[in-house]
């Protein structure tokens, strides 16, 4: 007869080996969105305003740039993006939106399975939503900030119904694309713990490299390889859609997207196949 705990334990890791990742996602799909209330409400736990919070925060940060880049620095000017121009705020705003989600959303899935130490080590529980809880909980604020930007576009002159019909499809994209490594990285954070310092210096890395606050064309010119690393930049392939939807008011560019759906499949692939092998042992780790 095994002690109670270990017999516990090997129960535990026998329902994560027998559940594959989507099936228990789409079964425990109303857990998922308890935890996802349950996050937002952890974060302001507290507060006079509580959940509001995460209303008030995006549309402050997304009122700041616009009025420090319009209005405080008006030799800023208008800057370039293919063969239009757009004022600064229009120009970063998308951007920047869609990067702050991407950030979150990532450093959060770092820590999602280990904060949850408690619940994997002596429940029976479905492991595989948790890297699914920091996306979406964080999706709150991108939807936020994209909303009071939309009402913002329209003062300006920049609305179009291509926005309103692409931008739901770039977010979804958006959402698959952090998928992956959302699983990679809580994945490698139960066994090193430095893994989320490593993922916050890439992620301060990536933003700088990626024209997110400058043009790419001031890079561009500089030198051939740049254009190269935008080129087989995701992120930069995705602000780059965002961004001629709003400015240039086309469809995105089909190829942009077969390449954007072709690093979704490749990057879920290693993120699922590395948690898949790694969860049985997660209940030892934690």
Same mark, same amino acid.
């Given at each position: 007869?095994?002690?109670?705990?270990?017999?516990?334990?090997?129960?535990?890791?026998?329902?994560?080996?027998?559940a594959p990742i989507e099936q228990e996602v789409v079964i425990?799909?109303?857990?998922?969105?308890?935890? /996802?209330?349950?996050?937002? +409400?952890?974060?302001?736990?507290?507060?006079?305003?509580?959940?509001?919070?995460?209303?008030?925060?995006?549309?402050?940060?997304?009122?700041?740039?616009?009025?420090?880049?319009?209005?405080?620095?008006?030799?800023?000017?208008?800057?370039?993006?293919?063969?239009? !121009?757009?004022?600064?705020?229009?120009?970063?705003?998308?951007?920047?939106?869609?990067?702050?989600?991407?950030?979150?959303?990532?450093?959060?899935?770092?820590?999602?399975?280990?904060?949850?130490?408690?619940?994997?080590? +002596?429940?029976?529980?479905?492991?595989?939503?948790?890297?699914?809880?920091?996306?979406?909980?964080?999706?709150?604020?991108?939807? /936020?900030?994209?909303?009071?930007?939309?009402?913002?576009?329209?003062?300006?002159?920049?609305?179009?119904?291509?926005?309103?019909?692409?931008?739901?499809?770039?977010?979804?994209?958006?959402?698959?694309?952090?998928?992956?490594?959302?699983?990679?990285?809580? !994945?490698?954070?139960?066994?090193?713990?430095?893994?989320?310092?490593?993922?916050?210096?890439?992620?301060?890395?990536?933003?700088?490299? !990626?024209?997110?606050?400058?043009?790419?064309?001031?890079?561009?010119?500089?030198?051939?390889?740049?254009?190269?690393?935008?080129?087989?930049?995701?992120?930069?392939?995705?602000?780059?859609?965002?961004?001629?939807?709003?400015?240039?008011?086309?469809?995105?560019?089909?190829?942009?997207?077969?390449?954007?759906?072709?690093?979704?499949?490749?990057?879920?692939?290693?993120?699922?196949?590395?948690?898949?092998?790694?969860? !049985?042992?997660?209940?030892?780790?934690?």
């Amino acid at each position: 007869m095994l002690p109670s705990n270990v017999a516990e334990r090997h129960n535990i890791r026998g329902f994560m080996q027998r559940a594959p990742i989507e099936q228990e996602v789409v079964i425990h799909s109303r857990l998922l969105a308890l935890f /996802v209330r349950r996050e937002l +409400k952890a974060r302001y736990a507290g507060s006079l305003l509580g959940i509001f919070w995460s209303v008030i925060h995006p549309i402050i940060m997304l009122s700041l740039y616009i009025i420090v880049f319009s209005a405080l620095v008006p030799r800023s000017g208008r800057l370039p993006f293919r063969s239009a !121009t757009a004022e600064y705020a229009v120009f970063l705003c998308p951007a920047l939106i869609a990067w702050n989600w991407f950030h979150e959303a990532l450093m959060g899935a770092c820590h999602s399975v280990v904060a949850h130490a408690a619940l994997i080590r +002596k429940t029976v529980f479905p492991v595989a939503i948790l890297p699914c809880v920091s996306i979406a909980a964080s999706a709150l604020g991108f939807v /936020v900030g994209m909303m009071a930007f939309l009402v913002f576009l329209i003062l300006v002159g920049y609305g179009n119904w291509l926005v309103l019909l692409w931008l739901p499809i770039l977010a979804v994209l958006q959402a698959l694309l952090m998928l992956g490594p959302a699983f990679l990285f809580a !994945t490698l954070h139960v066994f090193l713990r430095d893994t989320a310092q490593v993922v916050l210096a890439a992620l301060q890395i990536l933003f700088w490299a !990626t024209p997110i606050v400058y043009p790419s064309e001031v890079l561009t010119k500089v030198s051939p390889v740049f254009e190269w690393w935008f080129r087989i930049n995701p992120v930069a392939r995705l602000v780059d859609a965002y961004r001629q939807v709003i400015i240039i008011r086309t469809a995105p560019d089909p190829e942009a997207l077969i390449y954007l759906v072709i690093v979704v499949i490749l990057l879920y692939h290693a993120g699922r196949s590395a948690f898949e092998r790694a969860r !049985t042992r997660f209940v030892d780790e934690v």
